[in-house]
């Protein structure tokens, strides 16, 4: 199975400030189709998951642009560029290149 | 809008059966393959089994092989998920997802005496 993990576990930043958050996979994320499936997810407290990004680097819909993500085929960094409120809970990468999917243990942000 | 339902939750002791359903709207529910994903008390995300659009494959970890099966109607819109000889690591909310694109909001199992 891939094994992703997340550094740092948790992270405190504050408002308007930068935050980054890496994912390091233990095989390549590159597909044969010349793909990264690398996703990452936001859940607030208290509630679902969401898509913020898909295939490495492609911004979900109504995700706002201070969310970014770059990467190569093992190593990726989500960036989150002025810290807002609304940012807070916990981040997961993730997988999708080939079963079982797995995800990252995750990262925490909160605010100063 | 996307919109995912799930229903069936509950407590139920160990060994015993569940069917959890999720009733989809928004979209063409015919066109994308569903995947059920679990989270655990405090703890992080899993995957818990995939179909495709057809209904034709479906794929598991070998955590739940052999104990789950996830179906779908695409007449009624709605994704299934069978849950047979349950245990107490099996506690947890799980999510029915648009490929993990969207996600329901979840239903919470429980599985204990």
């Known amino acids: 199975d891939i094994v992703l993990t997340q550094a740092p576990l948790s992270v405190s930043v504050t408002p308007g400030e930068s935050a980054s958050i890496s994912c390091r996979s233990s095989?390549?994320?590159?597909?044969?189709?010349?793909?990264?499936?690398l996703y990452w997810y936001l859940q607030r407290p208290g509630k679902s998951p969401q898509l913020l990004i898909y295939?490495?680097?492609n911004l979900a819909s109504g995700v706002p642009d201070r969310f970014s993500s770059s990467g190569s085929e093992t190593d990726f960094t989500l960036k989150i560029s002025k810290v807002e409120t609304e940012d807070v809970g916990v981040y997961y990468c993730?997988?999708?290149?080939?079963?079982?999917?797995?995800f990252g243990a995750g990262t925490k942000l909160e605010l100063k | 809008e996307v919109q995912l339902v799930e229903s069936g939750g509950g407590l139920v002791q160990p060994g015993r059966s569940l069917k959890l359903s999720c009733v989809a709207s928004?979209?063409?529910?015919?066109?994308?393959?569903m995947t059920w994903i679990r989270q655990a008390p405090g703890k992080g995300l899993e995957w818990v089994a995939s179909?495709?659009?057809?209904?034709?494959?479906?794929y598991y970890p070998d955590s739940v092989k052999g104990r789950f099966t996830i179906s779908r109607d695409n007449a009624k819109s709605t994704l299934y998920l069978q849950m047979n000889s349950l245990r107490s690591e099996d506690t947890a909310t799980y999510y029915c997802?648009?490929?993990?694109?969207?996600w329901g909001q979840g239903v919470m199992v429980t599985v204990s005496s």
């Open positions: 295939q490495m680097s």
């Open positions: 179909i495709t659009n057809t209904g034709g494959s479906t």
């Open positions: 997802t648009r490929a993990t694109y969207y």
């Open positions: 928004g979209f063409t529910f015919n066109n994308y393959w």
């Open positions: 095989k390549s994320l590159l597909s044969s189709k010349g793909i990264t499936s």
């Open positions: 993730g997988h999708r290149l080939e079963y079982p999917n797995t």
